[in-house]
Each structure stands twice: as structure tokens, then as C-alpha cells.
């Protein structure tokens, strides 16, 4: 056979194999929806971030499903913590048709995001997200990892008066969904526990000026602060804590404020040092994987590390874990495979109530010292 043929002969069977590779290869889109804008874009980023690793984990071990090797793609979304944007999103990735969702982070966006999901059939892992509204709809598309405000808040209540001995205590909420919901069972509780709650004041989300709230309740004597909400806020009302000197009141908050960032913003307040936080997981150090893990992800995205991605990797792999016992990507196909779910993950073994609520969540109670988090439990 001629040279020239032979060329012309190797290159078409070239072609022709690049074209069933190119037939054969499936790109599965796993979308995930935080606030990448706003004042808690850091928690967005860092959410991602998992997402992402756990991407490039997947793509490493070139899984075959259904007869295609899969690509796995992330679509990374923001809905800047807010429900109008959050449920825009979520309608998006319907019709854009992505084979699962991560989030959203906040319970605020999540909530109304989940109908939608539910609606077109696509399962949502929420690595974040603790309101208990969430799961109430009873929607078979929802699906939690960490634990949520009813555990939370009751931890927080029992520490208080068992461990800290505290009498009186005043609440503020960001009156967001995650922020009064976990002030809610934080209140009941304390009551139930002989505690006294003797103010509730309310903020927002976007604020940074707390003085007139903290003065009213400095008036009441309290022995601790409760805040539901996030970081965002609490780094300006410790500062101004310091200010009108109420160093002498424990702080005491859900994970939304059990951050690294949360250092910076208090900005060398003392009051950071009353900080107590709880986070509805375990702490890196505990995790089955959370040390190997971190050494990872800090290598690739150095100085991004901030509460939820740990948990926001391992929804992507329950995700990928389902589609894999199922031997297919379709949303529909995979579904009741996720329900099914029993994963070791780095943050903790994950398998789930028939209500899809992770079963047997952990807590983990922090505070700061010498401007570091430490564990409590």
C-alpha cells in the first residue's frame, strides 16, 4: 500500500475513533448557588470552592455511567443571599437542565429555591442551609447534610445555662430566615431552661450600625448576647461592643458567625474573646477526613478556607455517589438513589431519614482564642 495512502487510511480511523470517543463522552453539570456578591461573598466563594475540588476529584477518576465516560462540570451561581435572586436561579438551572444543585447556602434562598427544584424534578443537596423549614415541604427532591437550627439552637441554650451558668440573656435577629429561625429555638429553649430573656431587638442583613440596639440592651443587664445571623454583622456590633463596654457579655450564635473571617471583621475587639458559635457538623479535626482534606484545598484556594466547604464537596459527591448506583445521570433516573445514600464522606458517614434530614448530625461548639477558633466539644 502506498504511503500516502496508508497516512490517508490512519487518519480517518484517527477521526472516526476521536468521533465515538467525542459520541461517548457525557458532561454532567452539577450547579451550586451562594452569594459570590454582597457582604457574605466570602462564605459564597468558600462554598464554591468545594464544589469545585470535588469536581476535579470526580473528573480524576474518569467514571463511566451508563455505557459514557462522564465529564463532571460545575456551574457555580450567585444569588447574593436573597430570595428574589435565589429563586431566579433556581428556575435558570431548571431549564438550563443541570443534573443536580448544591445549596443554596443560606436558608433565606434555599427555602423558595427548593419548590422549584421539586417542580422540575432535580435533587438539591444543602450543605449549609439549617432552618427546619426547609425540609417541612416534605419534597423528595431536598436533601440535608448538616444539622439544622432545632439541634443547633438547643445546643446553644443547654451550653449556656449548664456550662456558662447564664441567667439573663437579650436576642437580636438579622430577621433572615437562618437568623430568626435559630433565635427562635434558642429562646425556647433558654426558657425552658430557667434562663430570662429580658430584650429582643431586631436588625437586618445589611446593617453595621448596632448602638442604639446595644444601648437598649445594656440598660437590661443581661449576661449574654444571643445573635441570629452571620459575620457580616457581627464584626461592627462586637467592635461596638467594646465601645459602649459590654466586654463583660458572652456572644452567642449559630454557624453563620463561626467563621475565620469573623476575626478580621471584630478587628481586634476584646469581645471576640466572649464569642461562643455552633456549627451543625464537626470540626476539622474530627472530621474522617477533614485534616487530608484541608491540606488540599488549601493548596488550592490558599486563605479562601471559611466554614461550609468541606460539607458543600461532600454534597457533590453524594450526588455523583447516586448517579453511579443508578448508572445514570437523569435527575429523574438517580433520584431515588440519593434517598439511598450511605456515603463516607470527609465531613462524617451520610445517609439520611425518610424525610432526607441527615441522619445522626453532629454539632460542634467553638469560641476564640488569641484570635484563632477552638473547639469546645
Known amino acids: 500500500m502506498p504511503m500516502k495512502l496508508k497516512l490517508t487510511v490512519a487518519t480517518a480511523l484517527a477521526a472516526a475513533a476521536g468521533l465515538a470517543f467525542a459520541q461517548d463522552?457525557?458532561?454532567?453539570?452539577?450547579?451550586?448557588?451562594?452569594?459570590?456578591?454582597?457582604?457574605?461573598a466570602h462564605l459564597g466563594k468558600d462554598y464554591a470552592n468545594g464544589v469545585l475540588m470535588a469536581v476535579d476529584d470526580l473528573n480524576a477518576k474518569n467514571l463511566v455511567i451508563g455505557g459514557k465516560k462522564i465529564q463532571f462540570k460545575a456551574s457555580v451561581e450567585d444569588d447574593a443571599a436573597d430570595p428574589k435572586q435565589g429563586t431566579a436561579v433556581a428556575q435558570k438551572l431548571c431549564d438550563n437542565k443541570v443534573n443536580g444543585v448544591v445549596g443554596h447556602l443560606t436558608s433565606g434562598t434555599s427555602i423558595?429555591?427548593?419548590?422549584?427544584?421539586?417542580?422540575?424534578?432535580?435533587?438539591?443537596?444543602?450543605?449549609?442551609?439549617?432552618?427546619?423549614?426547609?425540609?417541612?415541604?416534605?419534597?423528595?427532591?431536598?436533601?440535608?447534610?448538616?444539622?439544622?437550627?432545632?439541634?443547633?439552637?438547643?445546643?446553644?441554650?443547654?451550653?449556656?445555662?449548664?456550662?456558662?451558668?447564664?441567667?439573663?440573656?437579650?436576642?437580636?435577629?438579622?430577621?433572615?430566615?437562618?437568623?430568626?429561625?435559630?433565635?427562635?429555638?434558642?429562646?425556647?429553649?433558654?426558657?425552658?431552661?430557667?434562663?430570662?430573656?429580658v430584650d429582643e431587638q431586631y436588625t437586618n442583613d445589611k446593617a453595621t450600625d448596632f448602638m442604639a440596639i446595644l444601648t437598649a440592651i445594656k440598660s437590661k443587664s443581661p449576661d449574654a448576647i444571643f445573635y441570629g445571623g452571620v459575620d457580616a454583622q457581627t464584626g461592627p456590633m462586637l467592635r461596638q461592643m467594646d465601645q459602649l463596654a459590654m466586654t463583660n457579655l458572652k456572644y452567642i450564635a449559630g454557624d453563620g458567625v463561626c467563621?475565620?473571617?469573623?476575626?478580621?471583621?471584630?478587628?481586634?475587639?476584646?469581645?471576640?474573646?466572649?464569642?461562643?458559635?455552633?456549627?451543625?457538623?464537626?470540626?476539622?479535626?474530627?472530621?474522617?477526613?477533614?485534616?487530608?482534606?484541608?491540606?488540599?484545598?488549601?493548596?488550592?484556594?490558599?486563605?479562601?478556607?471559611?466554614?461550609?466547604?468541606?460539607?458543600?464537596?461532600?454534597?457533590?459527591?453524594?450526588?455523583?455517589?447516586?448517579?453511579?448506583?443508578?448508572?445514570?445521570?437523569?435527575?429523574?433516573?438517580?433520584?431515588?438513589?440519593?434517598?439511598?445514600?450511605?456515603?463516607?464522606g470527609v465531613t462524617a458517614r451520610i445517609w439520611f431519614k425518610p424525610n432526607g434530614e441527615i441522619k445522626d448530625p453532629a454539632v460542634t461548639l467553638f469560641m476564640y482564642k488569641d484570635g484563632k477558633q477552638v473547639a469546645l466539644n
Not at 450547579?31 to 456578591?37: D, E, F, I, R
Not at 427532591?141 to 444539622?147: E, G, K, N, P
Not at 472530621?287 to 478556607?305: I, L, S, T, V
Request: overall charge positive; glycine content about 8%; proline content about 5%.
Open 25 to 40: 463522552l457525557q458532561v454532567v453539570t452539577i450547579a451550586t448557588v451562594g452569594p459570590l456578591s454582597g457582604a457574605i
Open 112 to 197: 423558595p429555591a427548593s419548590r422549584i427544584y421539586n417542580d422540575c424534578g432535580i435533587p438539591m443537596v444543602v450543605a449549609s442551609a439549617s432552618n427546619p423549614a426547609l425540609m417541612k415541604p416534605g419534597y423528595k427532591t431536598s436533601f440535608r447534610i448538616v444539622a439544622d437550627d432545632n439541634i443547633m439552637g438547643v445546643d446553644l441554650a443547654h451550653y449556656a445555662a449548664d456550662t456558662l451558668k447564664l441567667k439573663k440573656v437579650a436576642i437580636v435577629d438579622d430577621r433572615t430566615a437562618f437568623g430568626q429561625g435559630v433565635a427562635e429555638v434558642f429562646k425556647k429553649t433558654a426558657l425552658a431552661k430557667g434562663m430570662q430573656v
Open 259 to 344: 467563621t475565620k473571617t469573623i476575626v478580621k471583621l471584630a478587628a481586634g475587639a476584646k469581645s471576640l474573646d466572649n464569642v461562643v458559635c455552633a456549627l451543625g457538623g464537626s470540626s476539622i479535626e474530627k472530621m474522617p477526613g477533614g485534616q487530608d482534606w484541608k491540606k488540599r484545598y488549601d493548596a488550592k484556594y490558599p486563605g479562601d478556607f471559611q466554614l461550609f466547604s468541606p460539607y458543600s464537596y461532600d454534597a457533590t459527591m453524594v450526588l455523583a455517589d447516586a448517579m453511579t448506583r443508578a448508572n445514570s445521570t437523569d435527575p429523574k433516573v438517580y433520584l431515588p438513589q440519593v434517598g439511598k445514600t450511605d456515603y463516607k
